[in-house]
């Protein structure tokens, strides 16, 4: 009877052992097999970009992109000497005012039936643009996540490289830069600036004519009306957490704005921007019955000391004005409590390029290490990079090492909070429903 159970536990013993080695090697030829898979699609994506150097070399590349801060157009004119330098590419920088203009040529080439040989080579864009542009179908698709430079964006991890004011990118645009709303003030005519939303319609009541923003379709004021709507809705959500309501309104309004604008909702969830805005217009500079058209004019009011307030989407022009002289030496930056609106700005290629392969070799070489690290530093742009330090080398970790900053600018990790864009299609909600009730003549 002991040899037959000991027979039986001999018996399990080897099963065991043997299930124990099946399974072994059947990992083995899986880990195995996703190796080699992976070593194929590694030396396809290599082959692949071998061949749009090939073909990208040696050519131009007509970089439709805003022009509206001399420190951008001339980091812009430094990637042009770069490019010709590595590619011999030939990059001209076609300066907008407005990256709708570079969407309506696009749209106007589609119409012509222009399919392959557009004017518009690669574009600067944003949200609403990019949104606009991938429903008509205007933009090359499944590129970006193909540049060998993507994969230091870690974008496994990092949704904000593939997805624009919540809209998947799926390829069609390569992140270049993120950016944060920053409010700057003088501290020869006010020392205690605002600090949030509240706090801005009580200092616009003590300092009339002293603060007022961009009017729409203006990129800086939607930024501004954006933050005020977020911000107002997430008010109300408190307000009704706090009183313990069971009704779910604010909740379905503050998820409303990342969702698409619909004509049912519109009136309901824009309604707490037009009493903030009623509040807050006759405190205005020139009592809200006129609005500058664009940041650069709030700007140079700030340098004739016509206004004491102001804000920007790039924080590091400030120091640099301040260095230009175009702004005076007593002005600060600071970023509001109660949220800074933030997102990432990306470049795209239109589906009827000319030079695509070219323009995919400078979008590459945007995303580089060293053009990254070169853009992030104050005196250059001070744009804040996209890539992430764990997917860099310790020698290129070290090049984006920032020097002692300016007075005038924003401080290291002062913003505490930021504040999602909501869904493009509020962009154009917002400029029709502020026109129709603030619109003036220029």
């Known amino acids: ?9 001999n018996t399990r013993r080897n099963f065991y052992c043997v299930a124990f080695c099946v399974l072994i090697s059947l990992l083995y030829v899986l880990i195995m ?6 070593e194929v699609h590694d030396n396809e994506q290599s082959v692949q970009w071998k061949n749009i150097e090939t073909q ?3 050519q131009s590349v007509y970089f439709h992109a805003w022009g509206g801060d001399a420190q951008i157009n001339a980091y812009i004119q430094w990637v042009a000497q770069q490019v010709k330098a590595k590619y011999q590419i030939n990059l001209q920088h076609v300066k907008l005012s407005d990256t709708s203009e570079a969407v309506s040529r696009v749209l106007a080439e589609k119409s012509a039936n222009n399919h392959s040989q557009g004017n518009v080579d690669l574009v600067w864009i944003n949200g609403a643009n990019f949104s606009t542009m991938a429903q008509h179908s205007l933009l090359l698709k499944g590129w970006a996540d193909q540049l060998p430079n993507f994969k230091f964006t870690d974008p496994d991890n990092n949704p904000a490289v593939t997805l624009d004011f919540g809209v998947p ?7 270049w830069g993120q950016a944060s709303m920053t409010f700057y003030y003088d501290r020869m005519a006010t020392l205690t600036p605002p600090q949030n939303l509240n706090e801005l319609v009580t200092w616009t009541q003590q300092n009339p004519g002293r603060f007022s923003y961009p009017k729409p379709p203006d990129f800086l004021g939607l930024s501004f009306l954006k933050y005020a709507l977020v911000v107002l809705h997430q008010e109300n959500l408190i307000a009704s957490n706090a009183l313990q309501s069971k009704d779910q309104h604010d909740h379905s309004y503050q998820d409303a704005l990342y969702a698409p604008a619909t004509p049912e909702n519109i009136t309901e969830v824009l309604q707490p921007l037009w009493i903030f805005l009623d509040q807050l217009h006759p405190n205005l500079w020139r009592k809200g ?8 004019e709030m700007r140079r009011l700030v340098d004739d000391t016509e206004l004491s307030l102001a804000f920007t989407f790039s924080g590091p022009e400030i120091p640099a004005a301040v260095k230009r002289f175009d702004l005076p030496q007593s002005i600060r930056s600071y970023a509001m409590a109660d949220g800074s609106l933030s997102n990432t700005h990306f470049v795209g290629i239109p589906y009827n390029a000319s030079h695509a392969e070219s323009a995919q070799l400078v979008a590459n070489f945007l995303l580089s290490p060293e053009a ?3 853009k992030q530093q104050a005196e250059v742009w001070g744009d804040k990079t996209v890539l992430i330090a764990s ?4 020698t290129q970790q070290k090049s984006f090492k920032t020097q002692t900053s300016h007075p005038s600018a924003l401080s290291f990790n002062s913003i505490t909070r930021t504040l999602s864009e909501p869904h493009p299609s509020w962009v154009e909600a917002i400029t029709l429903g502020w026109q129709q009730r603030y619109g003036v003549a220029p």
């Open 289 to 296: 019955k006129h609005f500058m058209q664009t940041g650069l």
């Open 391 to 394: 997917t860099l080398t310790a």
């Open 56 to 58: 990208g070399v040696k």
């Open 33 to 38: 097999n996703s190796a080699v898979a992976a």
């Open 372 to 374: 990254q690290a070169y």
């Open 1 to 9: 009877m002991h040899s037959i159970k000991s027979l039986q536990h």
């Open 169 to 175: 990118t799926l390829g069609m645009e390569s992140p």
